[in-house]
């Protein structure tokens, strides 16, 4: 942690955050080939043997932030830092960093969950309580597989997941299937049967039809939860430039009011921040990205105070895998803010006392109103 003890610091350092969307965690161990390429988001495929990811804001961030949770020097050496973990075990690894997080609620995207720890265990090993957000295009899948009308099974297997006690709301990844370049408008049960017959008929795996997805979210609109969007930064399945959320315009011109989180925006913060401003159900977030950008994280942060009402900002650190993903989001964000805070107070632009306030609404109280915590 930096040095000072201002109370804004220490106000946020104490202060149990609400995560609003994560995935889970390592509790198995994983070759370091594996770990690695987990630690890089924009690439699926192995780095080439010349480069690191270590070499990387995120692996500075490792060594410098989560090395001493393992009983290591701060900034340890990658391969010293890779000896510990194997020695202390894969599961205690995710106790110490997990828990280490000051995390209150664990909101967990269950739509992809392979080789990582369930939402409860995730809160039995981290403290907390586990939520569940309902991934659309997972529900999409069961749908089409069930025959009949699509729209009637689509609706019907939504409502069943949104009737269990854990689920608090839902998640489209548009931005990896079509992006949002697409057309928004309604689309009727028998348009949606007729495509859904066809990718049917084509194996019925992964829907990528802009309609079907299209379908899906206004389902989802409908039934009034807050619906989470993938905004910018992700792996190279996107087309990054496709997933400016200006292009969710004429969508939210027709339902200014529907609860919708927009996910990391990352390079695309201050156009969220635009969004929230315009709509009334818009939040946004800058998570993911801040442990990707690491010691930059607070410049990031600030632009997030920029245009978005304090009310519609977030917190999440969207870690899957790696632990040190979940600690790192909660901790950058922790210290990240603090500083653009003590900045606005020491400037005189804000007081004490409105920056410990806020910086509670975008920890946790937000989102516990957003999802009815």
Not at 276 to 302: K, T
Request: proline letters at 5%.
């Amino acid at each position: 942690m930096p040095a000072g003890g201002s109370s804004i610091r220490e106000h946020l350092d104490a202060l149990a955050v609400v995560d609003h969307h994560v995935h889970g965690a390592f509790v198995a161990p994983v070759p370091r080939e594996r770990f690695e390429l987990a630690l890089n988001e924009a690439s699926t495929v192995e780095l080439p043997a010349w480069d690191s990811v270590w070499d990387t804001q995120l692996g500075f961030a490792i060594r410098a932030r989560c090395a001493p949770l393992l009983d290591l020097d701060a900034h340890a050496d990658p391969d010293d830092y890779w000896a510990r973990r194997e020695q202390l075990g894969a599961a205690e690894v995710a106790r110490r960093l997990t828990a280490a997080s000051g995390t209150d609620a664990w909101l967990v995207d269950v739509g992809f969950t392979e080789g990582v720890c369930s939402p409860s265990e995730l809160a039995a090993m981290a403290g907390g309580a586990a939520h569940e957000i309902v991934r659309l295009e997972q529900v999409a899948e069961v749908a089409v597989a069930a025959g009949g009308s699509y729209a009637e099974a689509f609706r019907a297997e939504l409502a069943s997941r949104l009737a269990e006690p854990q689920a608090v709301g839902c998640k489209t990844i548009i931005a990896y299937r079509t992006g949002f370049v697409v057309d928004w408008s309604h689309v009727e049960d028998a348009e949606a049967d007729g495509l859904a017959d066809r990718w049917r008929d084509a194996g019925g795996l992964r829907v990528d039809d802009p309609r079907l997805l299209v379908f899906g979210i206004r389902c989802a609109i409908a039934a009034g939860v807050p619906l989470q969007f993938h905004v910018g930064f992700g792996d190279r399945d996107e087309r990054l430039d496709h997933t400016n959320p200006m292009h969710l315009i004429d969508l939210l011109r027709e339902h200014p009011d529907a609860p919708i989180a927009l996910l990391h925006c990352y390079p695309f913060e201050r156009e969220a921040g635009y969004l929230a401003q315009g709509f009334a159900g818009v939040h946004m977030d800058v998570g993911l990205a801040i442990n990707y950008v690491g010691a930059r994280s607070r410049s990031l942060i600030a632009r997030s105070l920029e245009l978005a009402p304090f009310r519609k900002i977030l917190y999440s650190s969207d870690a899957y895998g790696p632990p040190e993903l979940h600690l790192l989001g909660s901790r950058l964000w922790r210290d990240g803010t603090a500083s653009v805070l003590e900045g606005f107070v020491a400037d005189g632009d804000w007081s004490e006392r409105d920056a410990l306030r806020v910086a509670t609404l975008i920890a946790a109280d937000n989102a516990r109103r957003l999802y009815r915590l």
